[in-house]
């Protein structure tokens, strides 16, 4: 395998419903007020509920472009932050400055903005970045094995089961340090015409 690493600079990604914009130290605040709305629904993933854990998650995400291109959500009916994701673990094995395989991860979205249409179009819009524009071989998408609600939503979009992964990840549901089984998924080149098509008729409300 050759890694190389270069920075994966930042951009912004717009859609009908939702904007992707570069994370940075200015939404911290927006983001705590976001975080705050029905926390349960955070059980599976990392959300800082404070002010100092909140900049300190921010500033561990934007430390080094070379492992994490973080975005922010912003709903474009309401102009409301409404979460974050990211594009994380790129691989270079073309010797190109783009990334040849990237994950699609670190998402969480208030409860106020699951089950609508921003998530599936940020999926849309993250997964037509590495196709189209980077030209990826591989995009994976990965959750807690446990977490029956995103393992539904990655197979929604058409992503193939790869496998678990025992104790490869920390969990988020924990106080200390302790491992989590991930569950794999993946979407190659081949298969992103047809997934293209899909989440786009499911923006459009067809069938």
């Known amino acids: 395998m050759r890694r190389v690493p270069h920075p994966l600079p930042p951009i912004t990604l717009t859609g009908t419903h939702v904007r992707l914009e570069p994370l940075s130290t200015d939404h911290v605040d927006e983001l705590v007020r976001v975080a705050a709305i029905d926390r349960s629904t955070y059980r599976w993933t990392v959300v800082p509920g404070d002010r100092a854990a909140m900049s300190a998650y921010v500033d561990d995400l934007l430390a080094d472009p070379r492992r994490a291109l973080p975005f922010v959500q912003r709903r474009l009916d309401t102009g409301e ?28 979205l208030a409860a106020t903005a699951q089950c609508t249409a921003v ?3 940020a ?45 490869h990840r920390p969990r988020a549901d924990v106080d200390r340090a ?28 067809a069938p």
């Open 119 to 121: 998530n599936t179009e």
């Open 178 to 205: 302790a491992p989590r089984d991930t569950a794999c998924y993946s979407v190659v080149a081949d298969e992103w015409p047809d997934i293209r098509a899909r989440l786009r008729a499911r923006l459009t409300g």
């Open 81 to 108: 932050l409404v979460g974050c994701t990211r594009f994380m673990f790129p691989y270079w094995w073309r010797g190109r400055s783009e990334p040849d395989e990237v994950e699609i991860g670190g998402t969480w």
């Open 123 to 167: 999926k849309l819009l993250l997964l037509g970045h590495a196709f189209d524009t980077w030209g990826v071989w591989r995009v994976a998408i990965c959750t807690d094995a446990r977490n029956e609600q995103s393992r539904r939503a990655i197979e929604r979009i058409g992503a193939t089961f790869e496998g678990v992964l025992r104790r």
